[in-house]
T-cell receptor
Framework: GAGVSQSPSNKVTEKGKDVELRCDPI?????LYWYRQSLGQGLEFLIY????????KSGLPSDRFSAERTGGSVSTLTIQRTQQEDSAVYLC????????????FGPGTRLTVT | GQNIDQPTEMTATEGAIVQINCTYQ??????LFWYQQHAGEAPTFLSY????GLEEKGRFSSFLSRSKGYSYLLLKELQMKDSASYLC????????FGPGTRLSVLP
């Protein structure tokens, strides 16, 4: 595709339920990042994938959060037993470089936990 | 660890020049980036500095001093559409975004 896509665009879930958020990066981009952004706040780094290397999970806030990237392309961020404080916009970005560089962001998934 | 500081808000007049500062402390340094984020939208890349000095791209320029842990984004000939948040980001041990500076351009 022409850009990074994410689905769903909006997700409303009940506290305690699990959710899966999907990211399709730009074809050929080796690096993929997940961030979250609460209303009026900055971007919080969650996890970084680079090719077949072990992901950098240093930003994941708790063990309820996990992510995988299959075949070096599509990534799924899973949040188990969601809490109200998980409500935020979850942004995915991809980059053609393996160490940062110009990141292209998807439109985000707005998650609301009720 | 890594820490990035930016002013929270700035206001400027259409047609003017504005400088948005960013200071950082980081373990390792692989580059400094500036992104623009309009309200309700995803960030978009503006500039990248890895060496000291000024990088110019149209109306936007970005400066870096690695020894001082300092960068600025310079916006010239301000337009109303430049009203947005400007995010300074550093790639050290990992990729860290600053809190952003919300710029309001007034007519």
């Amino acid at each position: 595709g022409a850009g990074v896509s994410q689905s769903p665009s909006n997700k409303v879930t009940e506290k305690g339920k699990d959710v899966e958020l999907r990211c399709d990066p730009i074809s050929g981009h080796t690096a993929l990042y997940w961030y979250r952004q609460s209303l009026g706040q900055g971007l919080e780094f969650l996890i970084y994938f680079q090719g077949n290397s072990a992901p950098d999970k240093s930003g994941l806030p708790s063990d309820r959060f996990s992510a995988e990237r299959t075949g070096g392309s599509v990534s799924t961020l899973t949040i188990q037993r969601t809490q109200q404080e998980d409500s935020a916009v979850y942004l995915c970005a991809s980059s053609a470089w393996d160490r940062g560089g110009e990141q292209y962001f998807g439109p985000g998934t707005r998650l609301t936990v009720t | 660890g890594q820490n990035i500081d930016q002013p929270t808000e700035m206001t400027a007049t259409e047609g003017a020049i504005v400088q948005i500062n960013c200071t950082y402390q980081t373990s390792g340094f692989n580059g400094l980036f500036w992104y623009q984020q309009h309200a309700g939208e995803a960030p978009t890349f503006l500039s990248y500095n890895v060496l000291d000095g000024l990088e110019e791209k149209g109306r936007f320029s970005s400066f870096l001093s690695r020894s001082k842990g300092y960068s600025y984004l310079l916006l010239k000939e301000l337009q109303m559409k430049d009203s947005a948040s400007y995010l300074c980001a550093v790639y050290g041990q990992n990729f860290v975004f600053g809190p952003g500076t919300r710029l309001s351009v007034l007519p």
